[in-house]
């Protein structure tokens, strides 16, 4: 590589190199001397979970599409994957399904594996706080100059494109902050390895401004306008912080990709696959099967007759894949006790009673199914199956009784039980599986708050820019970057999300809301983007997590307060996944 580069800029490589070489054997890399080793090189070992879920993908896709791919086999740049990118259609996608990646994603709008690349960069810290996000996207969508400043000859006039063409003059890695300090303000290698560890933010927090006057003062001397020199410090300072490298970046950006491609082109896949590598991402089983059953796909319940351990997939109605789910959706189910009731499976179960005897199941495991509402197959409800599993004894069938396989227990008579409300069927699905295929608490609410004009989300995000609203939902995820002047939460009610802005002034105001709340009212101004991205920049925040009470009584949709607690366990909601 070598053969065309000036040999000045050969040896200004091999002295960096020595220099990095020469800091790695260090004694500042905190070298233990009790291991008996006088040198140390520290590696990052990622264990993605998403990488687990791709290969559980291709291990569907096999199964069930006749398709036998891996990493190097999925076709590239097709046009489909970034429509669905550029809509910010990215829940559960590698990388890009945060609040804030999802909004970058109507504008930047990716259309090449580069532009992932960027992507993935753009949202950290890093730029953010370096003020490199905003010139990037006006440059990029044509509304700002694209200019490289030169310096004063005799130097390369066009050094800086060299550096910073590809991300439109703006620095958005940490290859292009080095070479900036390199090529424009001539920084020998000694400096520029100072500044390598500077920027590795984890061991060197707050160390990169020392550099500050090296830098300005070597633009300088090299011809650049001293005000650009700053600015361009500025924007390398915010590498401190967090910023990623291009090389990192673009191993992310496959895998965003890879992951894109399965959630687009087989999105009941993707469901399956990527419950089944949980817990990991920002979403919750109910949100990701809520995205699945959005983009089509049908979500069949937990069933003793056909569902494995794992979630699978089955022949749809429409001849498409179902997503059928799996025991391991049951809270406090054990993956042994699953395995047992398939083992036992030879064909299908004809009551409750057959399958305790045949599946050895304790008495819990048979409560937890019904109380699930797994027996559907044999035509029994949640409550029958509850009110059948209370007669099972607490502990293994009598010898006398297994051996012959009889019946153990007498015939009754019909139990005749109420059919359970619907507002009880919900809380007990969420409190089981943690999610429910027969409705969404909001819409059991609805008309409680439709009474206090408080609007969904669906209403939310077709208002126009500006109008103070008022939007209630359960809480999925809340987010404060870094240390960052904003914090997000995301909303959620049987008509889709609302994504809220709280500045920090507004966040300590309700502070204790904000963070305990698990059904929350917010109040703002609805903001909406060129790009059709809606906010609502939220003003007051109510906590009405009590609200959650009435999902347990089927007459307590009355605007009086509820005062009675769930009798079987308050939490009626899965915790929220918070991210700081």
Avoid at 3 to 22: F, G, I, K, M, N
Avoid at 203 to 230: C, K, P, Q, S
């Amino acid at each position: 590589d070598a053969v065309d580069t000036p040999p000045s800029a050969v040896q200004w490589e091999l002295d960096y190199r020595h220099a990095v070489l020469r800091d790695l054997s260090s004694a500042d890399l905190r070298n233990d001397p009790s291991t008996g080793f006088s040198r140390q090189l520290d590696n990052d070992v990622l264990a993605l979970g998403m990488l687990t879920c791709i290969r559980k993908a291709f291990d569907l896709m096999r199964a069930h599409c006749g398709l036998d791919l891996g990493l190097a086999d999925i076709p590239g740049e097709q046009a489909d994957v970034y429509d669905m990118l550029c809509a910010g259609d990215s829940i559960g996608v590698f990388q890009v399904e945060s609040r804030a990646q999802i909004n970058m994603l109507p504008r930047l709008r990716p259309r090449t594996f580069y532009d992932l690349v960027i992507q993935v960069a753009i949202v950290r810290p890093g730029p953010i706080q370096g003020d490199m996000v905003h010139p990037y996207l006006r440059r990029r969508g044509g509304a700002e100059a694209v200019v490289f400043p030169s310096p004063a000859p005799p130097h390369d006039p066009d050094e800086l494109r060299q550096v910073l063409s590809r991300t439109c003059g703006v620095p958005l890695f940490q290859e292009q902050a080095m070479k900036l300090a390199i090529v424009a303000a001539g920084f020998t290698p000694d400096q520029a390895n100072g500044l390598r560890r500077a920027m590795a933010t984890f061991r060197n927090l707050g160390t990169i401004g020392r550099y500050e006057r090296l830098m300005i003062d070597g633009m300088v001397g090299r011809g650049y306008d001293g005000d650009f020199a700053a600015r361009c410090f500025e924007q390398i300072k915010g590498f401190g912080s967090y910023g990623f490298p291009e090389s990192h970046a673009a191993s992310f950006a496959k895998l965003v990709y890879v992951s894109s491609f399965i959630k687009c082109r087989y999105p009941a896949v993707f469901a399956c696959a990527l419950l089944n590598a949980q817990p990991m991402g920002f979403y919750a089983p109910a949100q990701i099967v809520r995205d699945a059953a959005r983009h089509g796909v049908e979500i069949r319940p937990p069933d003793i007759n056909a569902s494995l351990w794992d979630n699978t997939l089955e022949t749809g109605q429409g001849g498409g894949p179902a997503l059928r789910l799996g025991f391991r959706q049951i809270d406090g189910f054990h993956e042994d006790w699953a395995a047992r009731l398939t083992a036992a499976r030879g064909a299908p179960f004809a009551g409750i009673e057959p399958l305790a005897q045949l599946a050895r199941l304790p008495a819990r495991a048979m409560r937890l199914l019904a109380d699930a509402d797994a027996f559907g197959s044999i035509g029994l409800g949640r409550r029958d199956a509850l009110w059948a599993v209370r007669r099972l004894p607490d502990d293994a069938p009598l010898p006398l009784f297994a051996a012959a396989e009889a019946r153990e227990l007498g015939a009754e008579a019909p139990s005749d039980l109420p059919v359970m409300a619907l507002p009880e069927q919900i809380a007990t699905d969420y409190q089981t599986i943690r999610l429910s295929l027969k409705g969404h608490p909001m819409q059991v609410l609805r008309p409680l708050f439709r009474a206090e004009r408080i609007s969904t989300c669906a209403e939310i995000d077709a208002a126009p820019d500006g109008r103070r609203a008022r939007v209630a939902g359960v809480v999925l995820v809340r987010q404060r970057p870094g240390n960052g002047k904003a914090i997000f939460v995301t909303l959620e009610d049987e008509t889709g999300i609302a994504n809220l802005v709280l500045w920090a002034r507004t966040f300590e105001q309700f502070r204790r809301e904000v963070m305990s709340a698990r059904l929350m009212v917010a109040e703002g101004l609805v903001q909406k983007s060129p790009e059709g991205v809606v906010h609502l920049m939220t003003s007051r925040v109510f906590d009405r997590t009590a609200e959650l009470d009435r999902l347990s009584e089927a007459d307590s949709l009355s605007p009086d307060p509820v005062r009675a607690r769930h009798p079987r366990d308050v939490r009626i909601l899965p915790k929220s996944r918070d991210f700081h």
